[in-house]
């Protein structure tokens, strides 16, 4: 069994990523949770559930322990394929998930795609006594860039706005605030950043 990568990045699509592990492209399917948190061409690891069926083997890709629980539990739902386990997981974070359940927050789970309003009920039903033991997500997790400054959050948010993942962003802008320090203006990290980018 699989249960993690580290690897280059090599491929980034709307649903799953290419990680090649020393010249072996594994393809695998994630949240868009955890895809915003990879970037093309770094290395980064995901911790992995392997699911194998007698035509497939498929691979799902979690940025940390607590989405992993999440999609394991979450599959154990009549109804909850691993597809729809990871729609809910990018429409809801670990976190909201508990808060969403312990809430009977029904409009909630049905903002994700796949989730009607009986899947929705069943879901309520069958987790809420499990959500209160579940990880919300809360903590260090291996492939997210760390708390960033004041000028940081500027610059990524700006990034962000003009189309880039948060991930990716994140990854630009430390590299070029490590380059010209915390004393650089925000106008100069937004440029250089955009460079980082386009490389």
């Given amino acids: ?4 990568l580290t690897g280059r990045v090599e491929q980034i699509e709307a649903d799953r990523c290419v990680i090649d592990v020393n010249g072996v492209g594994y393809l695998v399917q994630a949240s868009t949770r955890t895809l915003a948190a990879l970037a093309a061409g770094e290395v980064a690891s995901v ?11 498929s691979l799902f890709g979690f940025a940390d322990a607590a989405e992993r629980e999440w999609f394991r539990l979450l599959t154990t739902v009549q109804g909850v394929g691993a597809r729809v386990g990871l729609n809910i997981l990018s429409a ?8 969403a359940i312990q809430a009977g927050d ?29 990880p919300s997500g809360i903590g260090f997790s291996p492939i997210l860039p760390p708390p960033v400054s ?13 189309g880039y993942r948060r991930g990716e ?6 590299r070029v605030v490590r380059r010209l320090g915390d004393d650089a203006a925000l106008a100069e990290v937004i440029r250089e950043g955009l460079k980082e980018l386009a490389r």
């Fill in 169 to 174: 962003a994140a990854l630009a802008v430390d």
């Fill in 47 to 57: 911790l992995v559930e392997m699911q194998v069926r007698e035509d497939a083997i």
């Fill in 92 to 99: 809801l974070s670990p976190r909201d998930l508990v808060g």
């Fill in 1 to 4: 069994m699989i249960a993690k």
């Fill in 106 to 134: 029904r409009g909630a789970l049905t903002r994700a795609s796949g989730v009607g309003a009986k899947l929705a009920v069943r879901l309520l039903t069958e987790l809420r006594d499990k959500a209160g033991a579940m």
């Fill in 150 to 162: 004041g000028l940081e959050a500027d610059a990524i948010s700006v990034l962000v706005n003009l």
